[in-house]
């Protein structure tokens, strides 16, 4: 008998005589009990029915091996398995329970209070549900280390004794709730505890000043509430703090200078609050910080970031501040750096020749800085092989787009260039840019037509070519765009520390962006191509204020995700095709001043469109009356009878009823 043989049956006679115990026992009957009771307040979702009536063999119940007789339920892990109904205070006779995870389900209702008696419960995760109001006045949990009922509908206060009655609280997760009023001081005697998160509320009053005791916090999440007062210098005693977020709140004044304290601090963030003054000099000489974040504030000063110290620094977000002076060719010395915003201040000069040194660059914005000399510009930063989203706009005013051949941006995934009003052509060295996504060269001056060849372009989704005088046909290779086509073609959409500048005063996040292409306010002329039809991917389809003519493609109606259509002010004739009720999602739609006639389709979403979508056609009617005059532009063309009152009624309530029972409700 070989070695390996022997080896194996050994195992098989250790495993055997466990398996064989475990056969005959079964778990306690007041486990047994508590569990059933607990299951009829499951309306979904729990499929226990039919079980053995060894409650240890069942769908996320664990048992322990600590009697003969009969086992003790110590674990109930329920997470992910789209529950709906309540939790049952039966849950409480499980007193040798020390793990309860019911999280992302569709539970709702009020907590039992008892559940918060459980004298051996560790870890407690009820987070994404729908449970409601205040946690249980009274608690006894002395062994909880684990806390998270995040993301639920809880309120009122937090002066639960749950703070006093569990000191060896290590994770506790209130986040994305509506609880009010201040931070209670019972905090404070939560002396272990490490990971605090009170994000997403409506929390008030001054930083609190409980959470100064805290010796032994690594994160403080505390941003999205109504937090006001200055930031407390308090923080310098919590010298283990590895994450501090305080953003979007209320807080106000001049940022303390004691991060020299704060030796472990890797990621801090105080964005969209009401912070003035300049850097603290303890800051920007941090040498562990990693990510930095101080954007929208009133900070003022000359950027000094002392990157021969800040070593670790890959992050830096000072956008939309009152900072001054050129932009600061010292950053340059952030080799670390990947993601750095300076957009929206009083900056000015040019791009730093010594950015081209960044080679760990991917996200960089300057927009709105007042800047000059884009070719410069362009020739520095193309050496920033990493380079994947850039944000130059509202800078380089009436200057020329460069036609350098020699710009390469291989990598670029993001390029937002509007409001500068540059003149030239399109900037055709984007042609080894293949990796593009998303492209904004909107509200410029520039002229000529726009090249053909975009159906190399296998990721791009979004282009806004608005607001220029380009001429000539549309390219027929914009219908090409596979990224538009196919569903899930695109590579992942970059992710950004920082909103990019999308118009003046809006701003907003690339994956917010839906889906289009924008040739709107330019002199283009010829046909609507039928084969753009194909972009099945595309929601917005905007070429108002144009040369175009001929007629409406009927195969437009393939674009099966459009929501919106705007074909104003062109020189469009014949009809508007009936094969566009078929466009379910549309929501905008505009044929105004056009050359169209015939009978407005009236199924559909046509029945919603206000009459200013139609008005400027002398030879469009509806219903077969009198041809449509211009209207106002408040008038809408409703007509909402009894069937379609009914059949929308009806609709709703089963989508809604089948969305329910699926498990495919979303979140508030």
């Not at 529950?83 to 040798?96: M, T």
């Not at 009655?165 to 931070?183: D, R």
């Not at 169209?596 to 469009?620: A, D, M, V, W, Y």
Request: one cysteine or more; glycine letters at 8%.
């Amino acid at each position: 008998m070989s070695y390996l043989a022997f080896t194996f049956i050994l195992l098989m006679i250790s495993f055997k005589t466990p398996f064989m115990r475990c056969q005959n026992v079964s778990c306690n009957s007041t486990d047994l009990g508590a569990l059933i009771r607990f299951s009829n307040f499951i309306e979904w979702g729990l499929d226990w029915s039919g079980s053995e009536s060894n409650c240890c063999t069942w769908t996320g119940v664990t048992c322990d091996n600590s009697t003969i007789s009969s086992k003790r339920v110590v674990r109930l892990e329920l997470g992910a398995k789209k529950l709906v109904g309540k939790l049952s205070e039966s849950l409480a006779d499980l007193d040798q329970l020390r793990i309860l995870n019911v999280s992302h389900n569709l539970l709702g209702g009020y907590l039992p209070g008892k559940l918060f008696g459980l004298q051996k419960l560790e870890i407690l995760d009820l987070s994404n549900n729908y449970f409601v109001g205040p946690i249980p006045g009274r608690s006894d949990l002395p062994l909880i280390r684990y806390v998270d009922i995040s993301k639920n509908n809880f309120n009122g206060t937090l002066y639960a004794t749950i703070f006093e009655t569990s000191p060896h609280i290590q994770v506790l997760n209130l986040a994305n709730n509506y609880f009010t009023g201040e931070v209670s001081a019972s905090f404070g005697s939560c002396y272990y505890l490490q990971h605090l998160f009170l994000d997403g509320n409506d929390l008030t009053g001054n930083f609190p000043e409980s959470l100064l005791q805290l010796r032994d916090l690594h994160t403080l999440n505390i941003q999205d509430n109504l937090f006001l007062g200055s930031l407390n210098e308090g923080i310098s005693n919590l010298s283990n703090l590895v994450k501090l977020d305080v953003s979007f709140n209320r807080f106000s004044g001049i940022l303390p200078d004691v991060f020299e304290n704060l030796g472990k601090l890797e990621h801090f963030s105080a964005r969209s609050n009401m912070f003035y003054g300049h850097l603290p000099k303890s800051l920007v000489n941090s040498p562990s910080i990693i990510t930095l974040d101080l954007s929208s504030n009133a900070l003022s000063g000359i950027i000094n970031i002392n990157c021969s110290a800040m070593l670790h620094l890959s992050s830096l977000s000072l956008g939309a501040n009152q900072f001054c002076g050129p932009v600061p060719e010292s950053i340059s010395s952030c080799q670390r750096l990947s993601n750095l915003n300076l957009g929206r201040n009083n900056l000015s000069g040019e791009v730093p020749y010594a950015f081209k040194d960044l080679q760990a660059l991917a996200s960089l914005s300057l927009s709105n800085s007042s800047l000059v000399n884009i070719s410069s510009a362009l020739a520095i930063l193309q050496h920033c092989k990493n380079l994947t989203s850039l944000f130059l706009g509202d800078n380089f005013h009436d200057e020329q787009m460069p036609r350098n051949m020699n710009l390469h941006f291989r990598n670029l995934k993001t390029l937002v260039i509007p409001h500068c009003g540059l003149k030239g052509q399109f900037p055709i060295w984007l042609g080894s840019s293949k990796m593009l996504q998303l492209l904004d060269i909107s509200r410029n001056q520039m002229t000529g037509t726009i090249p053909s060849g975009f159906h190399e372009f296998k990721f791009l989704f979004y282009m806004d070519l608005s607001h220029n005088s380009f001429t000539g046909e549309i390219p027929v290779s914009l219908t090409e765009l596979e990224g538009l086509i196919k569903k899930n073609v695109s590579e992942e959409r970059p992710s950004l520390g920082f909103p990019l500048f999308k118009a003046r005063n809006m701003y907003k996040q690339i994956s917010s962006f839906r889906p289009t292409l924008d040739l709107s306010y330019n002199k283009l002329s010829g046909l609507i191509w039928p084969s753009f039809g194909n972009l099945k991917e595309l929601h917005v389809l905007n070429l108002k204020d144009n040369h175009l003519s001929g007629n409406i493609p009927d195969s437009l109606s393939g674009m099966t995700n459009l929501e919106v259509l705007d074909l104003s002010q062109n020189e469009l004739s014949g009809e508007i095709p009936l094969s566009l009720e078929k466009l379910s999602f549309l929501a905008i739609f505009s044929v105004a001043y056009n050359q169209l006639h015939g009978e407005i389709p009236r199924g559909g979403q046509f029945l919603t469109f206000p009459s200013s979508s139609f008005e400027g056609n002398k030879g469009l009617f509806s219903d077969n009356v009198t041809p449509r005059q211009p209207q106002p532009a408040d008038e809408e063309m409703t007509i909402i009878g009894l069937q379609f009152g009914f059949g929308a009624v009806t609709g709703f309530l089963f989508t809604v009823g089948f969305c329910f029972l699926s498990g495919w409700v979303f979140r508030k």
